[in-house]
């Protein structure tokens, strides 16, 4: 299958009429990730950060997290769950797969369900749950290279009809927010997100994976990386001279962009 990099946004996108809203409602309808249901879906998400790799190894149901971070979001965000199976025998042999490619200790953790960066997105792109989830953490001590070396250690589980998608945001400055609606762009964000798609759509992988030093006004753009780096798990399971497309574009809060792309092995 293609691999992906979704920007998520805020928790609110389920309950808000936001632009990208429209790309997760009709990803079943439009056939955005094939004609095949994925066997299982495994959520790379800037909102679990571990020291090591992680997976959560869940028999039953994954539980639905509200990690909000005290924000008062709306009451109805808190009534809203996603209890996808959980998918424990693949999560065990992503742990396989990783340690075998160097990428060990990886970590087993036996309760934790599915945060936002997981659920939002997946409530709207199969709102029946009824496909098996895990999730598998970033290390924001590491950079974007080892991310993408570490989505080429998955790369047989897309083969198997995986989805493997990365969840973030192409550009996330949460210091510099407008309100949500109707703030222009800063020059900066606005430069990074072109440069980023660009080196995307031209093949320049390694700036992508280089992008604090190569892009312009990386560090402004990400002041920390965690939502970036599902982006080069997902370019690096895609495997090497995967075709990058971008599939939506828009903004909020002016410094929040929400584009997100497909990426294709070359077969």
Do not use: C
Request: a negative charge; hydrophobic letters at 40%; charged letters at 20%.
């Amino acid at each position: 299958m293609d691999t992906f990099f979704l920007s998520h946004g805020a928790p609110t996108l389920v309950i808000d009429d936001v632009p990208v809203r429209h790309l997760f409602e009709s990803w079943l309808p439009e056939r955005v990730a094939g004609d095949r249901p994925p066997r299982a879906i495994l959520v790379v998400s800037g909102h679990w950060e571990t020291a090591t790799p992680a997976v959560n190894v869940i028999r039953g149901s994954n539980d639905t997290i509200y990690d909000f971070n005290g924000i008062p979001f709306p009451e109805p965000m808190y009534q809203l769950k996603y209890p996808a199976p959980g998918a424990p025998d693949l999560a065990l042999r992503t742990k396989d797969l990783l340690e075998q490619a160097g990428f060990g200790p990886v970590e087993e953790d036996h309760s934790r369900g599915l945060d936002h960066g997981a659920w939002v997105p997946l409530l709207l792109m199969y709102p029946d749950a009824d496909i098996p989830v895990w999730q598998l953490s970033v290390q924001t001590d590491r950079d974007g290279t080892y991310h993408y070396n570490l989505g080429k250690a998955l790369a047989p589980l897309r083969e198997e009809g995986v989805l493997i998608f990365g969840s973030g945001n192409a550009a996330h400055n949460l210091h510099k927010l407008g309100p949500m609606i109707g703030s222009p762009v800063p020059q900066w964000a606005a430069e990074f997100d072109t440069w980023l798609k660009d080196s995307l759509l031209n093949g320049r992988y390694e700036d992508v994976n280089r992008y604090e030093e190569k892009a312009p006004h990386g560090k402004l753009a990400h002041p920390l990386p965690d939502h970036l780096y599902p982006l080069h798990v997902a370019l690096g399971a895609a495997g090497d001279g995967a075709k990058a497309e971008q599939i939506h574009e828009s903004w909020t809060h002016g410094t929040i962009s929400y584009a997100s792309y497909r990426f294709t092995a070359n077969s």
